[in-house]
């Protein structure tokens, strides 16, 4: 508080600041919004939103974001799944979700709308009496082997892949012979964390080629 108002009082002239010293009280705004035009004092009440930003203030919400897209790989049962990722243009907020899937031309080609990824989603079936099997919307063909060694399929199709394989004997001798060699293809099951400070955890891989188990522990410090 300056002299002069210490000892004669502010002068307000019916506004938040007083015009000798600057002090400020909450009356008498001069309301611009959500700003005061003279104190730069703020209301949560009309905002000037800018999706979810507002301009005058800066305040934030979590609504009418402006996203823009792009797909990303995560991991999903054991297998990458491709899903669009979604960046807040104004606030920077992230957002993971499914596409949104449109006919792309062909009978399994589809386009995300979003962030434009194209894929193709078959209705694959077994063929009887052989390592192949159909779809059976379009008729495309893909035999096992693709499948047993398509990192991007799930454990339990490719390791499904690898059993007709098997029963064919057509799994090639050089994945037998890593396989008997411990040099197995390996697919993360299942990880423990230790209870306590030098306790016991382990990580589980189970081959998809072969099915065997291998548990890696980690006994502490």
Known sequence: MGTIC???????NNSCTCSRCGNTRDLNHSW???RCRICNKTRDEQHNWDHCRCTKCGKTRDEDHYFIYKPVYTEKDGAKKSMCEGTCRICGKVI???????PAGGKCSFRCKRCNYTHEDHDFKEVPGRCAEVCSVCGEERDYMKIALDDSESFEKRRSA???LDAASMIPESIRTNCAEDKHILKQTKATRQQFQGGTSYTEYICVACGKT????DYGN
Do not use: A, T
């Open 214 to 217: 291998i548990r890696e522990m």
């Open 32 to 34: 611009n919004g959500c």
């Open 162 to 164: 690898f059993m007709k």
């Open 6 to 12: 210490s000892v004669i009082g502010h002068k307000w």
């Open 96 to 102: 993971v979700i499914e596409h949104d899937d449109q």
